[in-house]
T-cell receptor, first 114, second 113 residues
Framework: GESVGLHLPTLSVQEGDNSIINCAYS??????FIWYKQESGKGPQFIID?????DKRQGQRVTVLLNKTVKHLSLQIAATQPGDSAVYFC?????????????FGKGTKLSVKP | KAGVTQTPRYLIKTRGQQVTLSCSPI?????VSWYQQTPGQGLQFLFE???????NKGNFPGRFSGRQFSNSRSEMNVSTLELGDSALYLC????????????FGPGTRLTVT
């Protein structure tokens, strides 16, 4: 799509399988993290967020895990569907999310095979 | 509730010109942030406005500027356009009360020739 990078890491999964998308963040002072999904030609869509006082948070079919020791974030999508095909971005913020300056990762392209 | 809207959706400009992009946030949201998205650099934060004041600023040259009006609508301006300014410009609005998620508009695709 027009809004994705040319050399994004790609994850290809079979429909119905679980997907795990990983992200390494850069700032040890970051205390708020957020995952976005971006489909071709659209703006990023909020999926789930987590604050640094938590290490796991669950939503509908999605789970975010935070490991502050190694500055690592992951997004797990259960029973992946073709509609989940998109580019996924993690983002971080060091104001607890109260201010709007998100620092985004490079993104991972998820491709779901029917 | 209507989402974030951005106008225009597509724009073609020539090097050296200037451009103004507009963003209307979700009703009740007072924070508007702007981002530039390119294939090479990904999504990069430009600036954030809150209650008509710039609250945060990213690492972009002074040719990039913005403002916010009393109704929370925001504009960003790029002067003396360069080829490298070709990008998707996204704005996002955020509610108050410590909730962190920002809601993005569809973006304005700017092409500089």
């Amino acid at each position: 799509g027009e809004s994705v990078g040319l050399h994004l890491p790609t994850l290809s999964v079979q429909e119905g399988d679980n997907s795990i998308i990983n992200c390494a963040y850069s700032n040890s002072a970051s205390d708020y993290f957020i995952w976005y999904k971006q489909e071709s030609g659209k703006g990023p869509q909020f999926i789930i967020d987590i604050r640094s006082n938590m290490d796991k948070r669950q939503g509908q079919r999605v789970t975010v895990l935070l490991n502050k020791t190694v500055k690592h974030l992951s997004l797990q999508i259960a029973a992946t569907q073709p509609g989940d095909s998109a580019v996924y971005f993690c983002a971080e913020n060091n104001y607890g999310g109260s201010q709007g300056n998100l620092i985004f990762g490079k993104g991972t392209k998820l491709s779901v095979k029917p | 509730k209507a989402g974030v809207t951005q106008t225009p959706r597509y724009l073609i400009k020539t090097r050296g010109q200037q451009v103004t992009l507009s963003c209307s946030p979700i009703s009740g949201h007072r924070s508007v942030s702007w981002y530039q998205q390119t294939p090479g650099q990904g999504l990069q934060f430009l600036f954030e406005y809150f209650s008509e004041t710039q609250r945060n600023k990213g690492n972009f040259p002074g040719r990039f500027s913005g403002r916010q009006f009393s109704n929370s609508r925001s504009e960003m301006n790029v002067s003396t356009l360069e080829l490298g300014d070709s990008a998707l410009y996204l704005c996002a609005s955020k509610g108050a009360g410590g909730r962190g998620e920002q809601y993005f508009g569809p973006g304005t695709r700017l092409t500089v020739t």
